[in-house]
């Protein structure tokens, strides 16, 4: 009985043997190295950021808070503060500090945005803190107007005024007005408590709350908005309005008293 020759293979079955070895490989590579590559490279985005934010921090911020963000009797400790911290002093002109007193004023920022990120880079790798909000957390799209004007007056009215106007403190310190402040550094003021504002954190306050405070003041503070009782006098409330009792009003019956008076003395003289 003849032995059965061995069947011979197909020619072309070794290149698709190939073909499907180089299916399957590039399939797992684009399964796991893109987010591995893109993990990587948002690492090396993020040491890079701090890097940048060192040096930056180094010349700004070292000669008051350190070399290493510690703290000095010129400035106090960073770490821990978190980047919201940064990009909201930093991003409202109030640091570098241009000269020291009771309470460091808003001005012009120094650094541009992209500064900023680098240095609350730099501040959060200290420890950590509160990041920066994104724009879903501060935009007033959506919110609760007439919730947030209610935790407005219980929570921030008694420093900065009902509508946000602002007011005097103690000791040469005072709450800033409010009116058009960016909403993202609002939401941060509320996050990190800055100098003499109480921190309200998403423990205390919720993302919710804050995002409803920002919808009432950007409301209260805009061109919309009415007055019921007429002339608002700044929405300074009832001190400028006292004010304006006092000096105008008994001024100006003070005036037509001293006109009556004249008028009678003439006419009992003639």
């Excluded at 890079?48 to 000669?63: F, M, N, Q, R, T």
Aim: net charge positive.
């Amino acid at each position: 009985m003849k032995k059965l020759s061995a069947r011979r293979r197909h020619p072309l079955a070794a290149v698709v043997v190939l073909l499907f070895a180089l299916a399957v490989t590039g399939g797992l590579y684009a399964a796991f190295a893109p987010a591995d590559t893109a993990k990587a490279d948002d690492t090396a985005a993020q040491s890079l950021a701090i890097e940048e934010g060192k040096k930056l921090y180094s010349v700004g911020c070292a000669s008051c808070h350190g070399t290493g963000g510690q703290g000095t009797t010129d400035g106090p400790s960073l770490v821990g503060v978190g980047a919201s911290a940064v990009d909201f002093q930093v991003g409202t002109g109030r640091m570098p500090l241009q000269q020291q007193g009771a309470q460091a004023p808003k001005k012009k920022a120094i650094y541009d945005q992209a500064q900023i990120d680098q240095l609350a880079a730099y501040i959060a790798s200290l420890g950590a803190g509160p990041s920066v909000p994104s724009k879903d957390q501060y935009s007033p799209d959506g919110a609760d107007i007439a919730k947030g004007g209610e935790l407005f007056r219980t929570n921030c009215a008694q420093c900065h005024n009902f509508t946000g106007k602002g007011g005097a403190l103690s000791n040469g310190k005072f709450a800033p007005d409010l009116t058009d402040v960016n909403p993202k550094h609002i939401y941060e003021a509320m996050q990190t408590g800055p100098q003499n504002m109480p921190s309200f954190p998403d423990t205390t306050m919720t993302e919710k709350n804050k995002k409803d405070i920002i919808a009432y003041l950007d409301t209260v503070n805009s061109s919309k908005s009415e007055s019921p009782g007429g002339l608002e006098l700044g929405g300074l409330g009832p001190v400028s309005e006292g004010l304006f009792a006092w000096i105008f009003g008994l001024g100006a019956l003070i005036a037509v008293a001293i006109w009556v008076a004249a008028r009678t003395a003439k006419a009992k003289k003639s």
